[in-house]
């Protein structure tokens, strides 16, 4: 994982050094702390110049600063992990193993080919010499985060960056949307002064309705781009080959009922034999356990493909324990995070921890006392007998808080989900990182690190989860250690999250009201539009949150072949939200967890991560999660 960046400007313009932010250049750095340098492309017969700045995690092959040069002067940035499609030997790194393969592209059909054929998280940036071409773009689902600065009519410099930084200027960044891959004709641009995009869009098929469809991709990017920047179509109306399948709609009458079990007596009865009733049908458990391949073989790749010192097969398990976790998973004890766990556990070498990050946020004393006094729901009490009072005892040695103040939903079923992985797997080391923070730390740190890492996006709901994801994916906090508590901060460069289970196994409380509104029909429709939408409202901001600490964020719900799996089963066949919450939602995810020995978790109904750590609840309580956070934008005078 990379901090790329690349600024063009014309000669006469601009000293290119001037416009480089050292903010945006120390956020780089963070994101990349193995690896630091800039090269500067000057091309004096056109009058334009190019800095490219590579800011490398070492997590594969030999280390490899970046940018890459080679002897065409082709230059080449990337920030990715090939997983798939394009061949990357044990001790080979992906960014030498792309730019040979860029190298030997002869036209524009070559170069998207290859970017088609390739699986896994990427952005990149490659300059062309030959023909003053400049290429970049994100995967198709926006896994990982690029930013673009267009200029305006006077100062037409163009800056790219997986990192900016707020600024009550505003300072017009946004994210480069992952619609396809952009090219510049730096030639035309440094002969006209203006600046020009051309787009080779994602399509499932380059044949079918393609001008009409290519149209509604430019209409809907163009919109978002200042007036002196036209978007054009590539002359030869090439396509991306989109890397899954499009999404089954297959709507049956059948749909809703539940095979071998009485749906009324369901509804009153949720309990995890429940989900067995689900099983004893042949062709469902056959669909479970190909969803259970099919996931556990993108876990395996995420945690496999990761520098493990000297032993560089890391397809094989060393012989020696390695006592260093070198995998984190975003963990709440909620079912998505515990599958994950799980399967990690059958593929992290046998004598290396796994670390489960665990955030919250401090309880309001006067809500903490509420709460004791008031009568807890179903769902709660279910939660105080799976983890009966095992609150933290004593002081947090930092911040002389009572630990117990810390006792929020996603701390309780994180300790009763550790219970689950312990019986499954009592060999393994799992440290569950209790990761504490208070309201004074949570405005430092959104104050100095967070709000420049979610900008540009900017609302209630993505400080809330940013401010949560960073100070889990930071992983200092105490792990448990002979009933002790004691410090410790997790050196695991790989991060696991769930993202992308609630979008396609309608998870959230928004598809039970669809589903109630429209039918199958209308939650296929919010589905779709769910993970269409998933790289603006997501996964670029997770991207640049977790990067921020010298971590990698990786996504097995949004591996190209567990998309394309679930994409290829009708809605019936992963939901059925005629059950009530924790079984119908992400059903076959419940049933598959059931499958490899989960128990309690397998019920437990959607808490979203702000809700989960009592964010949401630490700073105010009048606001809707679309508004824009007022918080993001505070500054100190200092």
């Known amino acids: 994982m990379c901090g790329i960046c690349c600024v063009v400007t014309l000669c006469s313009q601009h000293a290119i050094c001037d416009l480089l932010n050292e903010d945006i250049l120390c956020h780089l750095r963070r994101r990349g702390p193995d690896s630091s340098q800039q090269l500067i492309k000057t091309v004096s017969d056109l009058s334009y110049e190019c800095l490219f700045s590579g800011h490398v995690l070492h997590l594969r092959g030999l280390v ?121 004709d730096l030639k035309a641009y440094a002969t006209t002064k203006s600046l020009s995009l051309t787009l080779f869009p994602w399509r499932y098929s380059c044949t079918e309705k393609t001008v009409e469809e290519i149209l509604k991709v430019l209409d809907q990017v163009s919109k978002d781009l200042p007036n002196h920047v036209p978007l054009v179509m590539n002359e030869s109306k090439l396509c991306l080959k989109a890397p899954v399948i499009p999404l089954n709609k297959t709507v049956s009458e059948a749909s809703g009922e539940c095979p071998g079990t009485d749906a009324s007596s369901v ?77 990690a556990d059958k593929h992290v070498p046998s004598g290396e921890p796994i670390d489960l990050l665990n955030v919250a946020f401090m309880v309001k004393e006067q809500a903490k006392q509420k709460s004791i006094t008031e009568k807890h729901t179903s769902q709660e009490g279910q939660l105080d007998v799976l983890c009966p009072q095992e609150s933290g005892q ?53 104050q100095h690190h967070v709000n420049h890492l979610i900008y540009p996006l900017d609302t209630v709901l993505d400080d809330s989860i940013g401010c949560a994801i960073w100070f889990a994916s930071r992983g200092e906090g105490f792990v448990s250690h002979q009933g002790e508590l004691k410090p410790y901060k997790s050196p695991a460069k790989v991060v696991l999250t769930g993202i992308g289970a609630d979008e396609q196994l309608a998870g959230y409380s928004r598809h039970r009201v669809c589903f109630k509104k429209y039918g199958l029909e209308g939650l296929n429709k919010e589905l779709e539009m769910e993970l269409g939408r998933i790289s603006s409202r997501n996964l670029g901001r997770d991207d640049r949150i977790i990067g921020d600490h010298g ?15 679930l994409n290829s089963l009708p809605i ?67």
């Not at 509804?267 to 190909?290: A, R, Y």
């Not at 990182?433 to 405005?443: F, R």
């Not at 971590?551 to 799996?565: G, H, I, M, N």
Request: glycine fraction near 6%; proline fraction near 3%; charged fraction near 25%.
């Open 64 to 184: 490899t600063p970046q940018p890459l040069e080679d002897a065409n002067n082709n230059i080449f940035l990337w920030n990715g992990e090939i997983f798939s499609g394009v061949h990357v030997g044990d001790v080979e790194n992906d960014t030498e193993v792309m730019f040979h393969h860029l190298a030997l592209c002869n036209s524009e059909a070559d170069v998207l080919s290859l970017f088609s054929s390739l699986q896994g998280p990427w952005s990149f940036i490659y300059y062309q010499a030959s023909r003053h071409s400049l290429w970049f773009g994100r995967d198709y689902f926006g896994r990982r985060s690029l930013l673009w600065q267009l200029g305006d009519e006077v100062d037409s410099a163009f800056c790219l960056t997986s990192v900016s930084v707020y600024s009550e200027l505003g300072s017009q960044w946004q994210e480069v949307p992952a619609s396809g891959i952009f090219k510049i």
């Open 551 to 565: 971590k990698e964020a990786r996504f097995p719900f949004l591996d190209e072949d567990v998309v394309s799996f």
């Open 572 to 638: 019936s066949e992963k939901a059925d939200l005629t059950l009530p919450r924790g079984i119908g939602e992400k059903l076959i995810l419940r049933l598959a967890a059931k499958e490899f020995g989960l128990t309690a978790s397998t019920i437990l109904p959607k808490r979203a991560v702000q809700f989960g750590s009592r964010i949401a609840k630490l700073e105010s309580n009048h606001e809707k999660a679309s508004d824009t956070c007022s918080r993001l934008k505070l500054f100190s005078v200092d």
């Open 394 to 446: 004593g002081l947090d040695a930092k911040t002389g808080v009572h630990l117990s103040c810390f006792d929020v939903p996603d701390r309780i079923t994180g300790r009763a989900g550790l219970k689950e992985l312990e019986a499954i797997n009592p060999l393994r080391t799992w440290n569950f990182v209790e990761i504490n923070v208070t309201l004074e730390e949570l405005k430092k740190m959104r």
């Open 267 to 343: 509804i009153h009865t949720v309990s995890v034999e429940t989900l067995q009733g689900f099983l004893s049908e042949e062709h469902k458990k056959k669909l479970v356990h190909q969803f259970i391949d099919v996931l556990s073989e993108a876990v395996k790749r995420r945690v496999l493909f990761l520098f493990r010192g000297e032993d560089q097969k890391i397809s094989e398990v060393p012989s020696m324990p390695n006592r260093k976790a070198h995998v984190a998973v975003l963990f709440s004890g909620g079912i998505d995070s515990m599958v994950i766990a799980a399967l």
